[in-house]
């Protein structure tokens, strides 16, 4: 079997909206138009693209670029499901006009992940009677996700109540198959867990990719009873593949031993005043394009 991927990016090495300091002023079209010297075939969204499929899919034409996914803030474990669905509509019907692969869903309610003023010690933690229950409801939510076109992918993130590897075991066995994972390197890592494993566990849920690396330099000075998520990003905790520690040839080996197919997405929020967005894109690209080589990928043309 010709195993067929396909490279993306995301628009937060350019334009961080969880911290305006970084990259704030940074118009979208420098975010694509680089994006695309960079090599890469697609981008997530982020807070400063179109919301409406009129004016997103002529821009992307324009700088010849897919729409992968992007982030949806899911509030699932406050909300019913009724009312998540109605609140998330609009997000979907424009990700499958314009032809997103998924929906990258993170938890957000009780996140610390936006506070400077909340310790990493601090996020929300959830007991096992919690996570049934709420596997239950993003269970339902996944339906209606997979029934609409979009796939769910569940994104694990640093301060939320889903971080670690106890957590996303712990949310695979509660939820149906409809709930896809994401799998992102850079925040296992960061929480400590050892991505191939998570890997070897989970491989039949996951749809989509996020290649972040990690400096363990940035990661060993973190006092986590003092310091926040947007500290640690402040002070440089992630960059792209080929820049920090994490073994991208060996995961994308193991991914491809167990056929995925798919996006890679290279997500690596970090200070564009220190790493310019080019630059970082270009070694993220190549990184992963020698990884995807290795393993047998052939990058696809359009959608998969």
């Excluded at 957000?108 to 996020?123: E, M, W």
Aim: aromatic share 8%; with cysteine; charged share 25%.
């Amino acid at each position: 079997m010709v195993l067929k991927a396909k490279l993306g990016i995301a628009p937060i090495a350019w334009s961080n909206d969880d911290l305006p300091q970084l990259g704030g002023a940074t118009p979208l079209a420098v975010c694509l138009s680089e994006s695309r010297l960079a090599g890469f075939q697609g981008v997530e969204t982020g807070g400063k693209f179109p919301k409406t499929s009129a004016e997103l899919r002529p821009l992307l034409r324009e700088f010849q670029l897919d729409l992968v996914s992007g982030w949806y803030s899911g509030t699932l474990l406050d909300n019913g499901v009724d009312e998540e669905i109605a609140r998330v509509l609009p997000q979907m019907k424009l990700f499958r006009d314009c032809g997103a692969s998924c929906l990258v869903y993170g938890e957000t309610a009780g996140t610390i992940q936006n506070r400077r003023d909340i310790p990493l010690a601090q996020r929300r933690r959830l007991t096992d009677q919690q996570i049934a229950a709420y596997g239950d409801k993003l269970s339902r939510f996944a339906g209606f996700c997979m029934d609409f076109g979009v796939p769910l992918a569940f994104h694990h993130h640093m301060g939320t109540a889903i971080e670690d590897e106890n957590d996303i075991d712990r949310l695979i066995a509660a939820t149906r198959k409809d709930v896809g994972l994401l799998l992102d390197t850079g925040h296992l890592v960061f929480a400590g867990a050892d991505p191939l494993r998570v890997l070897a566990k989970h491989a039949e849920r996951i749809i989509h990719v996020h290649a972040k690396d990690v400096r363990t330099e940035v990661l060993r000075r973190l006092d986590w009873r003092k310091d926040s998520f947007l500290d640690a990003v402040l002070a440089g905790i992630y960059t792209v593949p080929g820049d920090g520690v994490i073994d991208f040839d060996a995961i994308v080996k193991q991914l491809a031993a167990r056929g995925y197919q798919g996006w890679f997405v290279v997500e690596a929020e970090q200070d564009p005043a220190k790493a310019p967005p080019l630059e970082y894109a270009r070694i993220g690209y190549a990184a992963l394009r020698r990884a995807l080589g290795a393993a047998g990928y052939t990058l696809a043309k359009g959608v998969i």
